[in-house]
């Protein structure tokens, strides 16, 4: 009878250790938390001193620019851009010109029976609108030079770093092609 009972013996034996081995390691644990708690706070060292760093006055932006070649720093002299390109300020302004080029999608074209080319342009909210080649759009004064079959190619006038103005090739392409 005693043999029968050996192996549930045992394994009620082992049962009973492996718990104890347990509680130890939760008792210990408790017992180093508690410890760490008891402790005194450390204290916290002070952020470092804020540098005071002069102030500094940038005297080259009249000079010539590191970042351009001086071939171009010479096609580009001040006096170009002063009476160069500059945007139309008295010109009504297009409906698609409230628009990024981002925003818009050029949808297709069409020809009148005239010959004249049309380029039909989504906007954002769906519509389409029909341009010609003369027409503006998107908001740096895009105006329009050529229409085929994929694009628009307008030539935008953008804000130059001299603090005139150039123009710009810009293309409005269709997403299928």
Same mark, same amino acid.
């Given at each position: 009878m005693i043999i029968k009972k050996l192996p549930t013996l045992l394994m009620l034996s082992v049962t009973v250790l492996w718990l104890t081995g347990c509680s130890d390691r939760i008792g210990m644990a408790e017992q180093a938390m508690a410890e760490v708690r008891n402790q005194p706070a450390q204290a916290i060292e002070p952020p470092p001193k804020a540098e005071l760093v002069e102030d500094f006055v940038?005297?080259?932006?009249?000079?010539?620019?590191?970042?351009? &070649?001086?071939? !171009? /720093?010479?096609?580009?002299? &001040?006096?170009?851009?002063?009476?160069?390109?500059?945007? +139309?300020? %008295?010109? %009504?302004?297009?409906?698609?010109?409230?628009?990024?080029l981002t925003q818009l999608t050029f949808s297709g074209m069409i020809i009148s029976p005239e010959g004249q080319q049309y380029a039909l342009v989504q906007r954002p909210d769906g519509s389409v609108a029909s341009v010609k080649v003369g027409d503006y759009?998107? !908001?740096? +004064?895009?105006? *329009?030079?050529? *229409? %085929? $079959? %994929?694009?628009?190619? !307008?030539i935008e006038i /953008? $804000?130059?770093?001299?603090?005139?103005?150039?123009?710009?090739?810009?293309? !409005?392409?269709?997403?299928?092609?």
């Amino acid at each position: 009878m005693i043999i029968k009972k050996l192996p549930t013996l045992l394994m009620l034996s082992v049962t009973v250790l492996w718990l104890t081995g347990c509680s130890d390691r939760i008792g210990m644990a408790e017992q180093a938390m508690a410890e760490v708690r008891n402790q005194p706070a450390q204290a916290i060292e002070p952020p470092p001193k804020a540098e005071l760093v002069e102030d500094f006055v940038y005297s080259a932006n009249m000079l010539r620019s590191p970042f351009l &070649p001086p071939s !171009l /720093v010479n096609a580009q002299s &001040p006096t170009a851009a002063i009476d160069g390109v500059r945007p +139309d300020i %008295t010109r %009504t302004k297009e409906p698609l010109e409230q628009y990024e080029l981002t925003q818009l999608t050029f949808s297709g074209m069409i020809i009148s029976p005239e010959g004249q080319q049309y380029a039909l342009v989504q906007r954002p909210d769906g519509s389409v609108a029909s341009v010609k080649v003369g027409d503006y759009l998107g !908001l740096n +004064d895009g105006r *329009i030079v050529e *229409i %085929t $079959p %994929t694009q628009i190619n !307008l030539i935008e006038i /953008v $804000p130059d770093s001299r603090a005139g103005f150039v123009e710009r090739p810009q293309s !409005l392409v269709s997403p299928i092609s």
